[in-house]
């Protein structure tokens, strides 16, 4: 089983539309778990870390549940600059943290 | 404030050729990293330091060598390239990666080309 998996893309959706990321890990230890926002061409940047108790920034929430190991990531009131690949990153099973990433989910907001 | 950069930005090489990937991080950061990226693989890790003097395998090293020069700098070196090592190359670094939540800032790549 892959360690991290994803949706698979692209997402095709219209300014102003709420639009929901999938991602489930293989390591039930895993600790950290993050959403990274990776632009064409460009380095993935961090969107957000992803919190046991969900959180939100702006437009975007992030939910955890471990129990199913799933992560999620919504983004409402999407604009034409939310064009991007997202990636789901947890920490990896090896004993230091280092991180795995998932292969991402591009999404695409049309006018 | 620079933060992560590489060296350099693209580059083509014939196989059997040698290179060396230079990346350098002024955030004073502990962890460093290299990944490749491919098209449908997504990011893989090659190798890390934990720590200046410290270099461990990730998940792909074969044909890979690195040196952790000192905290600031962590370069890759390919000894003799093949057209499998074509791929876009990320270094990354964080505070640590010991723990949780540490974010892992990435450079801006180097474009490879092995023909």
């Known amino acids: 089983r892959k360690e991290v998996e994803q949706d698979p893309g692209p997402f095709n959706v219209p300014e102003g539309a709420t639009v929901a990321f999938n991602c489930t890990y293989s390591?039930?230890?895993?600790?950290?778990f993050f959403w990274y926002r990776q632009d064409c061409r460009k380095e993935p940047k961090l969107l957000m870390s992803?919190?046991?108790s969900g959180n939100e920034d702006g437009r975007f929430t992030a939910q955890l549940n471990r129990a199913s190991q799933y992560i999620s990531l919504l983004i409402r009131d999407s604009k034409l600059s939310d064009s991007a690949t997202y990636l789901c990153?947890?920490?990896?099973?090896?004993?230091?943290?280092?991180?795995?990433f998932g292969k991402g989910t591009m999404l695409l907001v049309s006018p | 404030n620079a933060g992560v950069t590489q060296t350099p930005k693209f580059q083509v090489l014939k196989t059997g050729q040698s290179m060396t990937l230079q990346c350098a991080q002024d955030?004073?950061?502990?962890?460093m990293y290299w990944y490749r990226q491919d098209p449908g693989m997504g990011l893989r890790l090659i190798y890390y330091?934990?720590?200046?003097?410290?270099?461990d395998k990730g998940e792909v090293p074969n044909g890979y060598n690195v040196s952790r020069l000192n905290k600031r700098e962590f370069s890759l070196r390919l000894e003799s390239a093949a057209p499998s090592q074509t791929s876009v190359y990320f270094c990354?670094?964080?505070?640590?990666?010991?723990?949780?939540?540490?974010?892992?800032?990435f450079g801006p790549g180097t474009r490879l080309t092995v023909l």
């Open positions: 990153v947890v920490n990896s099973e090896s004993g230091y943290s280092t991180l795995t």
């Open positions: 330091s934990a720590s200046e003097g410290t270099t």
């Open positions: 955030m004073n950061h502990n962890s």
């Open positions: 992803v919190y046991s």
């Open positions: 390591n039930s230890a895993s600790q950290s």
């Open positions: 990354a670094s964080s505070e640590t990666g010991l723990s949780s939540y540490n974010e892992q800032f």
